[in-house]
């Protein structure tokens, strides 16, 4: 069985977090972070290591073990019985994040819908992300190079992601908005979907 799943998906500092943390606290979803996976695993580990040296470039970790990682900690939640696949719909942020990753994740998930949050102006998630680095203890958002590095990981390898599934499931969502009409967009669909599912 696939588990049912939403993709939060946008740039670093679109709000993927914001909004997929808020969802998952209604009952029957499931939020799931890739980069929070990351940032709690131990740093003295292989997975660790390997985190703290491509996210301190602004790189993506490679694809064989974040999936895999990714796996371990979906398998964890159904086993403590916090995401049960057979009601509950999956809202997953940060994975997949390139093609390659996309491709592997087909055979576990099915995506019912992608919630694109846009910024076409960059520098506004530049300050955003400047911003939360005084308050997150986030190595990544504390230098300005490496979030231009994310940026342009975004643009090359991320974005492409979309076009590995029909153009009709992506919704479009200014992330520029106030968080709650963010939100809202993204419930509006999510309604809409569930209810055509029943
Ligand atoms: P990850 O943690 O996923 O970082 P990211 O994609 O760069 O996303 P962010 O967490 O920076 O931003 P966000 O979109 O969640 O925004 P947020 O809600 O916090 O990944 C970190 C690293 O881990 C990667 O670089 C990579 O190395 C590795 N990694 C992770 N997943 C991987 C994968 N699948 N494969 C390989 N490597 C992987 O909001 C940002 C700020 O803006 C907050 O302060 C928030 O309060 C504020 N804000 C949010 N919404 C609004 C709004 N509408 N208006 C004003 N402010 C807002």
């Known amino acids: 069985m696939k588990y049912q799943t939403y993709l939060i998906f946008g740039a670093p500092g679109s709000g993927k977090g914001t909004q997929g943390r808020t969802l998952g606290t209604i009952p029957r979803f499931f939020h799931c972070a890739c980069g929070d996976v990351f940032r709690s695993i131990d740093t003295r580990t292989e997975i660790g290591q390997a985190f703290l040296e491509y996210s301190s470039k602004g790189q993506l970790v490679p694809d064989e073990i974040t999936v895999r990682l990714w796996q371990a900690r979906i398998k964890d939640a159904v086993g403590m019985h916090i995401f049960k ?6 809202i997953l942020d940060g994975i997949p994040r390139n093609v390659g990753q996309a491709r592997l994740m087909d055979e576990m998930i099915e995506v019912r819908q992608i919630f694109h949050l846009t ?3 960059r520098s506004k ?14 190595l990544d958002d504390a230098n300005e190079e490496v979030i231009r590095r994310r940026l342009a990981t975004y643009e090359e390898e991320t974005k492409p ?5 029909p153009r009709e499931i992506v919704k479009d969502i200014d992330a520029t908005q106030l968080p709650v009409l963010v939100f809202q967009e993204i419930v509006k669909y999510v309604c809409q979907d569930q209810h055509a599912a029943v």
């Open 125 to 138: 998630l530049v300050e955003r992300l400047k911003k939360r680095a005084l308050k997150d203890n986030r």
């Open 161 to 165: 992601v979309l076009e590995h599934y």
């Open 85 to 90: 696949p057979d009601i509950d719909c999956l």
């Open 119 to 121: 910024c076409p102006d």
